[in-house]
């Protein structure tokens, strides 16, 4: 972009000159128009990208957070199965003990070995 800075000692020669002078000036002043036009329009591209952008990380970040709690309930309940899957397979395998059978037998349902006394305690 050329500027042309009028002085004020230099005259046209003639009507053409001052035409041309005229028609460059005017030719200058419309490049620069030109040129912070598509800067602000360049600057409100770049505004809507960010506003975009922003509104899309915030979305993905509440996404985020809403699986990632979701997974840590999920890992509590496997936790919570594994724990009891492992107390069902020690209590399957107790069960196929007979002292533990008698034990369990004797303290459910009230049954007692011969010559047996049972003294019921209060609270």
């Excluded at 952008?53 to 890992?75: F, R």
């Amino acid at each position: 972009m050329r500027k042309v800075r009028k002085q004020s000692n230099i005259e046209p020669l003639n009507t053409a000159g001052k035409q041309h002078i005229h028609f460059q000036m005017r030719q200058d002043q419309y490049n620069q128009w030109i040129h912070w036009r598509r800067r602000g329009i360049a600057v409100i591209a770049m505004l809507i990208i960010t506003v975009l952008a922003m509104i899309n990380l915030y979305g993905q970040q509440t996404k985020y957070t809403n699986a990632s709690a979701g997974l840590q309930q999920t890992n509590k309940a496997l936790i919570n199965a594994k724990q009891n899957n492992a107390d069902l397979k020690q209590e399957v395998q107790d069960l196929h003990d007979d002292s533990y059978l008698q034990k369990l037998i004797r303290e459910k349902y009230m049954y007692t070995k011969d010559n047996e006394i049972v003294f019921n305690m209060p609270n």
